[in-house]
């Protein structure tokens, strides 16, 4: 993509009311627009990356055999009651509404109720077990803080994933299996090293009991307790007395960390298929209520967290499987004969498959095209100059490292 085509601009400054680093790197790189508090739009560069983001967790969720499908945002006002989960006392996030003819209607914020509700057109018996889905769906959420930038949005896309298994032990194999894929993705967007399956509420020996994926990182809400020898993390809810004399630990064999949830999965156990009337009939004709679980990540939310953690003064610093482009061609040439070469290096990368951000702008000063190319973060930062052109090579710089090595350009290009 040629950045003089790019619609949007770089800025300097944000206004002072956005605290979140990540937001405040995301709007000044023209990744993201603020509606309002909590409330993003996303613009060519940032969708890049969430498309990328996006794709990394769906082959994850391809590999468990999950479909990919994607519900509606307006939800039933009953199917929510029967799981009473629909007044906001018992959710305190509800967005709702009314059709003209007075009809309650809510904003998913969720979607465990409505898609249980929708199965039940589709599983009859035990051939039709196991089964499980997935989408990338905007979920809306009245938050009372949104102060996260879009680490905590009123709007944010979420990958949710549910599965729906004959009985306990088909699920917890499906279950674990879920962790091992989660943790790859955490993995491939650059994670791994700083991201904990963490035992949350229900605790560990409870039947509904949870998971959260926890990346350490400042700007996180949450407070996780990790165990020395590094494996082993808890949530602030289940870090008590209890939790520890039942897994034989001690107190002190734990630090406390800040950190960002970026996951979570959950075993609902059959009450809900119950409440909902989601039931199979057994190979032994008996009818029972299908066992269900539930699986989120923050696509959103990843995308503030991979912000925040490899951000540095100068900008952003995108892991390259998420990077908007692999590479940033600047070019700070001005006469026609140079700026032909450059133009012809960009179509030869262009050809190679690469994806390469090219900034052919004219008119600006090499320190303002250097800075933009900090502030925006790709990986890999290419210069073409009439100095460079002189000499037959190009300037490569590791936006990560700053190390910087001049190559030939025949070596480079091939
Ligand atoms: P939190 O405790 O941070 O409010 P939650 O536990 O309510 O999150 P879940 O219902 O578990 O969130 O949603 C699944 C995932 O969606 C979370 O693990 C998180 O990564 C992401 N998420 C939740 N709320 C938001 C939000 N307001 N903005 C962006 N991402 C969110
Ligand atoms: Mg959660």
Redesign the pocket.
């Known amino acids: 993509m040629k950045q003089s085509h790019l619609f949007t601009q770089t800025r300097k400054e944000v206004s002072q009311e956005e605290v979140a680093k990540n937001a405040q790197l995301l709007i000044r790189g023209g990744y993201i627009h603020k509606e309002m508090a909590g409330v993003y739009s996303l613009l060519p560069l940032g969708f890049k990356v969430l498309n990328k983001i996006k794709k990394i967790v769906n082959e994850e969720m391809e590999q468990l055999d999950s479909e990919e499908i994607i519900m509606s945002t307006i939800q039933v006002k009953e199917t929510w009651e029967k799981t009473d989960r629909w007044s906001d006392e018992k959710v305190d996030v509800w967005f709702k509404s009314q059709l003209k003819n007075g009809t309650d209607i809510g904003f998913g914020w969720?979607h465990e109720e409505p898609i249980t509700e929708m199965m039940k057109s589709h599983i009859k018996s035990y051939q039709n077990l196991p089964r499980y889905v997935h989408q990338f769906q905007n979920k809306l959420?009245n938050?009372t803080r949104a102060k996260s930038g879009v680490?905590?949005?009123?709007e944010?896309v979420?990958k949710d994933m549910y599965s729906y298994c004959t009985n306990e032990e088909e699920h917890m194999a499906f279950y674990n299996k879920t962790i091992d894929a989660y943790m790859n993705v955490y993995r491939r967007v650059g994670l791994g090293d700083i991201t904990f399956v963490t035992s949350a509420s229900g605790g560990v020996f409870t039947d509904k009991f949870s998971h959260?994926f926890q990346t350490i990182c400042d700007a996180g809400?949450d407070v996780i307790y990790v165990h020395k020898d590094g494996k082993l993390a808890m949530n602030e809810e289940i870090f008590n007395e209890e939790t520890l004399a039942k897994m034989g630990k001690k107190k002190e064999e734990f630090e406390a960390k800040k950190a960002a949830?970026?996951?979570?999965i959950f075993t609902f156990g059959t009450g809900k298929c119950e409440q909902l009337g989601l039931y199979f009939t057994d190979k032994d004709g008996v009818s029972k209520p299908v066992y269900l679980g539930s699986y989120?990540?923050?696509i959103?939310?990843l995308m503030g967290v991979i912000t925040e953690v490899f951000a540095d003064d100068k900008g952003m610093v995108w892991p390259e499987a998420v990077a908007p482009f692999q590479m940033h061609l600047v070019s700070l040439c001005r006469e026609d004969a140079d700026i032909a070469k450059a133009n012809e290096i960009y179509e030869k990368l262009k050809a190679k498959g690469v994806e390469v951000l090219y900034d052919d702008r004219e008119g600006l000063r090499p320190g303002e095209k250097f800075a933009d190319a900090d502030l925006l973060g790709m990986p890999t930062r290419v210069v073409v100059s009439p100095k460079t052109i002189a000499a037959g090579v190009v300037e490569v710089t590791n936006r990560k490292t700053g190390e910087t090595t001049m190559q030939p350009l025949e070596s480079f290009l091939a």
Request: some cysteine; overall charge neutral; hydrophobic content about 25%.
């Open positions: 969720s959420r938050e680490m905590r949005c009123r944010f979420m959260e809400e949830e970026v996951g979570n989120g990540i923050g959103t939310r």
